[in-house]
């Protein structure tokens, strides 16, 4: 009967140890959210001081899901 109470014992501890595992998996990569832009970089030229100068950086996710992005930053 003790050994029967082991073995049961150490079925459950293997179990409980995978399923504690498969919780930390990270999505395989390609699955992961992908940012892909049209351009990394845009030169304005030279521009009189004073003007409101304005562009635009197109991007799309290519990943298979959702890209959240939390906040922006200028290079």
């Known amino acids: ?19 504690a595992l498969a ?6 990569a390609e699955f992961a959210p992908r940012i892909e832009f049209s351009e990394i970089s845009f030169d304005f030229g030279t521009q009189v001081a004073g003007s409101i100068l ?6 799309r996710n290519t990943g298979m899901v959702p890209l959240f992005i939390e906040s922006v930053k200028a290079g």
């Open 54 to 59: 304005k562009h635009s950086f197109q991007f």
């Open 23 to 28: 919780t930390d998996i990270e999505p395989a």
């Open 1 to 19: 009967m003790k050994i029967v109470l082991k073995i049961c014992l150490c079925v459950l501890g293997i179990m409980t140890g995978c399923v």
